[in-house]
């Protein structure tokens, strides 16, 4: 079989498992993404982030990834779901980002495991990444031509937005790759930096990570009392720059999306009432520094000094039992929370936040 007709079928057994795009390139080094890794290790933009910084060079290698390795075939699986209204829950809600509404790495594995099933069942090797250290997932969408580099510095797919997550089949089949490139359709609009809470995009393309919310909630320590009222009620990844980004409106006006099945809110009472083993169980598919439940609780606690109802004994309640708390990060999330809902009293002199 020719290259181009395996580019072909490849590409429509992606689109029969679900996924919007399918797309072919080279294992040619990244180098510009390689040069912006080391470029922005070196300026601190990567807030210590492990991920692909820990090691650009290999990051950007997928020739490296598997013996004899020619091609990736890249896919992109669609996270556009309508989000269900808060539930009412006295002590208040905390938002879930839209990546996680429901296991969409998950389902991009299963559609890229049939992509490689067919490939080795031709004789070909095969070794499947998604959101692995080892591959920078958006150098490759770019060159497989699925889409452009927006301003926030996600791919978007032309008439689709943003709403994907992306993954590979590293093979070494020849198989024939993307002739074009998408091209850059932001144009004038700024919307995501102009939007974005923290002012985290510093130039068109380029995130500070000391500054994102998405990376503060999973980052180890202190949430930084800086960007503490910019958290808001997100518990867990931020969608700003995308849910204003006119490409992604426009296709929901055209097209709305299905409702999700996921969830899109937790309650802060059951939150901060579930015991280590049950939080981890609940939400132990997150990113979670060093799987320390302590994380969930401190950014909930600064979602409830933002959102509580200080006139709520339930909220209350929360914030005594945690300003309480043996633990340094719990305790001093929680006094941060009791001074933003004005429950003084629960402050020793002197040692509040
Ligand atoms: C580290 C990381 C993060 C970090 C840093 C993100 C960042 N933008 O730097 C944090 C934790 C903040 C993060 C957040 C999010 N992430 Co993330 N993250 C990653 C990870 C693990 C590595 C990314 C990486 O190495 N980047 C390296 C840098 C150098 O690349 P870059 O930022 O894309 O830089 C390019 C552009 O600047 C472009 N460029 C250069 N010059 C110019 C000039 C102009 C004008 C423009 C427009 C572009 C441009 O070239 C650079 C190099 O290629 C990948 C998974 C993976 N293994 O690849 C997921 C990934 C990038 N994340 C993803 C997602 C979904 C998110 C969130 C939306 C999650 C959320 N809702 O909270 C947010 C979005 C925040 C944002 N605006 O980027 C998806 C993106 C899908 C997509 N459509 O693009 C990925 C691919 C995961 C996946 N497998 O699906 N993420
Ligand atoms: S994810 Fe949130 S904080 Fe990060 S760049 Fe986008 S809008 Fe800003
Ligand atoms: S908000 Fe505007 S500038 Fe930002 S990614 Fe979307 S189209 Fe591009």
């Known amino acids: 079989m020719s290259s181009a007709a395996l580019a072909q079928e490849l590409r429509a057994i992606g689109l029969a498992q679900g996924l919007e795009d399918v797309g072919v390139c080279s294992v040619e080094v990244f180098a510009d ?79 890229l495991r049939a992509v490689a099933e067919h490939l080795t069942a031709a004789g070909y090797r095969t070794r499947i990444l998604i959101d692995d250290n080892a591959l920078v997932d958006r150098a490759a969408a770019y060159r497989a031509g699925i889409g452009w580099y927006g301003k926030n510095s996600n791919i978007l797919i032309p008439g689709k937005g943003s709403r994907f997550v992306l993954g590979s089949v590293v093979t070494d089949a020849i198989i024939e790759p993307a002739t074009e490139l998408v091209a850059d359709a932001c144009g004038p609009c700024r919307r995501c930096i102009e939007n974005c809470p923290t002012d985290a995009i510093v130039s068109d393309g380029t995130v500070d990570s000391n500054r994102c919310l998405a990376w503060l909630v999973q980052a180890k320590g202190d949430f930084p009392l800086e960007f503490r009222k910019a958290l808001g009620d997100r518990i867990y990844g931020c969608d700003d720059c995308q ?50 439940p302590r994380y969930l609780r401190r950014n909930a606690l600064v979602v ?50």
């Open 33 to 111: 993404t390689r040069a912006a890794l080391h470029e922005r290790k070196a300026d601190g933009l990567h807030a210590d982030m492990q991920f692909t910084y820990r090691n650009p060079d290999r990051a950007t290698a997928p020739a490296d990834l598997l013996p004899g390795a020619r091609s990736l075939v890249v896919g992109a699986l669609s996270y556009r779901r309508a989000q269900s209204s808060p539930p009412e829950a006295e002590a208040g809600v905390a938002r879930i980002g839209e990546y996680v509404w429901e296991p969409y790495y998950e389902q991009l594995r299963n559609a």
């Open 243 to 292: 849910s204003t980004c006119p490409p992604n409106l426009l296709h929901d006006r055209a097209e709305p999306p299905p409702a999700t099945t996921g969830d899109v809110w937790v309650a802060l009472q059951e939150l901060l009432t579930l015991d280590d083993a049950a939080l981890l169980e609940r939400f132990g598919v997150w990113y979670i520094p060093g799987r320390e």
């Open 304 to 353: 409830l000094g933002n959102v509580g109802d200080s006139a709520s004994s339930e909220v209350r309640a929360l914030v005594e039992r945690y300003v309480a708390s043996e633990d340094p990060i719990e305790k001093s999330h929680a006094e941060w929370a009791a001074e933003q809902l004005g429950y003084l009293d629960l402050l020793r002199a002197g040692d509040g936040p």
